[in-house]
């Protein structure tokens, strides 16, 4: 979304302010570029639950990389092109899978999903103006929650600037606030979350990092030697393991559901369209699986393949 050659310039802006108000003010520019993406996924799924992921990557991975770039953003910004390989050097992370994203640039910078709450909001309402046929009901995930405590903070930024808007439009159009459980942590503190968590989506990948302890992008260098082994029978990021991450799945599950019985459960990621990790899905108790767009058709099968075994 953001390294679209017209919204890049404003997005990097953001990244490399050295105020709230400066940070508010390139904010400003990419709130309606934001809300029109959101516009358009809405239009596109012509009125069926959408669940919009609020900012995950990391934000080193925005930063030029190139002079011409770098003395560009310089110019923009009216700093030194010192300044501003100091705040790109500032940004450089040992691992950043593990570092400053998803809630966590909330947390920081609360603006952020301020912003983004606006922009869905808004999108819903203008959708929901032009197909008055249609019921909008937005979902806003928070990624990376790991403690009860900062997925408080960020629904309450959002659930205040939602209510702000809608209050504003007079609208009473509804809208759910939910979390990707994708560190072990929220798992293992699932019925805390699930207090404050009206959905969970399962970021499989993710979990599957953090348990295993092991990258995905590192992980092939290693992993051949350990299927010649049969110390893994299979590719851990491609089929779910069942024993370990599978067993943090079903006790988040089990867990999110006895503080509240209606918890919508999902999961998000590569093992949606694997069959025997969707049949396993299903087992305990998970609602949806998405995963990409070429694995659709398989996930569907997979997906209709259990709900049968399961009424046999």
């Known amino acids: 979304m953001f390294f679209n050659s017209d919204r890049i310039a404003a997005f990097r802006e953001m990244i490399c302010s050295d105020t709230l108000e400066e940070r508010v003010a390139a904010l400003a520019k990419l709130e309606p570029m934001q809300q ?12 069926c639950p959408v669940t919009i992921r609020y900012l995950d990557p990391p934000l080193h991975e925005f930063v030029p990389t190139e ?19 100091n705040i790109i050097a500032g940004l450089h992370e040992f691992n950043p899978m593990m570092g400053h994203r998803g809630c966590r ?6 603006e952020i999903a301020e912003m983004q709450t606006r922009a869905v909001i808004k999108a819903a309402l203008a959708v929901q103006a032009r197909h008055p046929e249609w019921t909008m009901v937005p979902e806003i995930m ?17 659930v205040k600037t939602a209510d702000a808007v809608l209050a504003e439009a007079g609208s009473d159009m509804k809208y759910l606030v939910g979390t990707m459980i994708e560190i072990p942590r929220a798992a293992l503190t699932a019925d ?9 989506s399962f970021g499989t990948n993710d979990l599957t990092q953090m348990t295993f302890g092991f990258s995905r992008d590192d992980a092939g260098k290693f992993l051949g030697a350990y299927y010649d082994r049969k110390i893994y029978e299979s590719d851990p990021f491609a089929r779910v393991d069942q024993i370990g991450v599978g067993k943090l799945v079903a006790m988040a599950c089990k867990l999110g559901r006895s ?6 459960l999902g999961v998000c990621g590569e093992h949606g369209g694997d069959p025997s ?10 609602d949806y699986v998405s995963c990409s767009p070429f694995r659709v058709p398989i996930a569907r099968l ?4 259990a709900a049968i075994k399961d009424a046999e």
């Not at 929650?145 to 408080?152: H, I, R, S």
């Open 259 to 264: 503080v509240r019985p209606d918890l919508h």
């Open 36 to 47: 029109a993406d959101f516009e358009g996924i809405y239009e596109a799924m012509e009125g």
């Open 142 to 158: 928070i990624p990376l929650v790991g403690e009860v405590k900062e997925l408080k903070y960020v629904k309450d930024v959002v």
């Open 302 to 305: 997979a997906a209709a393949q």
């Open 105 to 110: 640039l909330a947390v920081t910078y609360p």
């Open 192 to 200: 805390e979350i699930a207090r404050e968590a009206e959905f969970f």
């Open 277 to 286: 990790s969707v049949e396993f899905f299903h087992k305990v108790g998970l």
């Open 67 to 85: 002079e011409a770039d770098i003395e560009q953003l310089a110019r923009d910004q009216g700093k030194s092109v010192e300044a501003i390989k």
